[in-house]
């Protein structure tokens, strides 16, 4: 299949159909699952969420070995722009390998990797491009956030590293030490010292009992009075690490004038602000990185996750005033994955010619639109947020608060509604305060065939474990 345009047609042709969601269906057991919870770590998360064995994969939609189909609005945790096996990103991997590419090369360069390259900086703004360099890291995003660490560390010559509530940047030791949930933390010790926390605007929960645009003029203002202050006790940070949309913390963007009042505080006290974009960029907003709907410019951007084309690879980009690296001061044996590469450059090629980031914004507003007519009968549902095509759904208990007056999260709920949407063929992830927050992240190329049927089967699901108001 060399035919560019058969690729294409192929590319919007779906062989495994929808199931209709009509009948409730018992989740198949198999020997592939016995066999991994026989033999894997007890540390595995998504089988007990999901308890699959996926025999094949096509677009947004997966089957596994019962037979079974499910739409995928999980894609990898959003590592799949495109979905699975999308036939212009397989074509381009399978060409490269029987030609002979190399699978890993370090960082020697290759014809393949000088695409790479060219295709993210045609892909980022023009103004932040201009002057800006890259450099590869180890496979996963967090091997990028701890380059990103030690890159502003040395650059400033500080030690301090700001990140907010609810903030996810991996799961190593420095990028863990970031971390908002206390969860996976609990048991750790030794964790990177010198890191301070600071609120991230959340209306739902907002730290100042105000929410709305007060409660991040609230937010901001404190973050900014704090490092102004010399009794604050802490000191001035190397950087501020944020994610423009929080992901595992529950689906929180931050707004357009809170993310350029951050931009203006760090430039203004010479802090470099680092934006994580592992799970939120790449089109996912509806913009290719979601920093651009506050026509700000970071100084130092991570990527992961799409960026290789659902194949592991992690990168940063940074001014090229910041690269104070001596040669070989930071490593990594996987950082020259150059079948990712290939996958990458196809992908955010794909993801241009396509305008997918438009499709995205356009399929996550007719998606938000559907999940919020269904606050008003159910009661439980508390909020419906996001940007693009990373939506979320916040469940509480009615009527109930927490301890600070918020409403009282409700993760057995949202665990019910997840398990009734996967019965009828709908994969949703979780995150948030408690895991009570209800996440979409499907491919960016979603149609609206699929997103009807995603807002349906959820409207079941809810409709099924409904609370009394």
């Not at 010198?194 to 645009?213: A, N, S, T, W």
Request: charged share 20%; hydrophobic share 40%; proline share 6%.
């Amino acid at each position: 299949m060399n035919d560019p345009r058969a690729l294409r047609l192929a590319a919007r042709q779906n062989p495994l159909p929808l199931v209709p969601p009509s009948a409730l269906r018992e989740l198949a057991c198999c020997a592939e699952l016995a066999n991994q919870e026989r033999l894997e770590s007890n540390v595995r998360s998504y089988p007990r969420r999901f308890p699959l064995a996926i025999q094949r994969a096509q677009g947004a939609v997966v089957q596994d070995t019962a037979g079974q189909v499910y739409l995928d609005c999980l894609a990898g945790a959003g590592a799949l722009a495109l979905g699975h096996n999308h036939p212009e990103v397989v074509h381009s991997m399978v060409e490269n390998l029987q030609a002979g590419l190399p699978m890993q090369t370090l960082d020697i360069t290759t014809p393949v990797k000088d695409v790479f390259i060219q295709e993210v900086m045609r892909f980022l703004p023009v103004e932040f491009a201009r002057d800006a360099c890259i450099q590869f890291c180890g496979p996963s995003g967090a091997d990028a956030v701890e380059a990103a660490i030690k890159l502003a560390k040395q650059f400033t010559g500080r030690n301090t590293i700001a990140a907010f509530h609810g903030a996810y940047h991996g799961m190593t030791n420095g990028s863990q030490a970031l971390m908002g949930n206390l969860g996976s933390k609990q048991r750790r010790t030794g964790l990177m010292a010198d890191v301070h926390f600071f609120p991230f605007p959340y209306h739902l929960r907002c730290k100042f009992g105000q929410g709305g645009e007060a409660g991040e003029r609230a937010s901001i203002r404190y973050l900014e009075s704090v490092l102004h202050d010399q009794e604050s006790g802490i000191v001035k940070p190397a950087a501020i690490i944020v994610e423009p949309i929080q992901g595992e913390g529950g689906v929180l963007p931050a707004s357009v004038a809170w993310l350029r009042e951050l931009r203006r505080i760090t430039r203004e006290l010479d802090i470099l602000l680092i934006l994580d974009e592992i799970q939120c960029g790449v089109g996912r907003s509806g913009r290719h990185f979601a920093f651009e709907h506050a026509d700000i410019v970071p100084d130092v951007l991570v990527m992961s996750k799409a960026v290789g084309g659902g194949m592991p690879l992690s990168c940063l980009v940074f001014n090229k005033r910041f690269d104070n690296w001596n040669p070989g001061e930071h490593a990594g044996t996987f950082r020259g994955n150059q079948i990712a590469m290939v996958a990458g450059a196809t992908t955010l090629q794909i993801i241009q010619r396509d305008q997918l980031a438009r499709h995205a914004s356009r399929m996550g507003s007719l998606l938000l639109d559907r999940l919020m007519t269904l606050r008003a009968d159910h009661p439980c549902i508390a909020d419906v947020r996001g940007k693009g095509l990373m939506l979320g759904v916040e469940i509480v208990v009615p009527g109930k608060q927490d301890a600070l007056g918020h409403p009282l999260a409700d993760a057995g709920q949202a665990n019910r509604i997840q398990r009734s949407a996967l019965q009828r063929g709908l994969i949703i992830e979780k995150g948030g305060r408690h895991g009570a927050v209800l996440r979409f992240l499907p491919p960016l190329n979603i149609t609206e065939e699929q997103v009807d049927f995603a807002a349906r089967v959820f409207a079941q699901a809810a409709e099924e474990n409904r609370t009394p108001a």
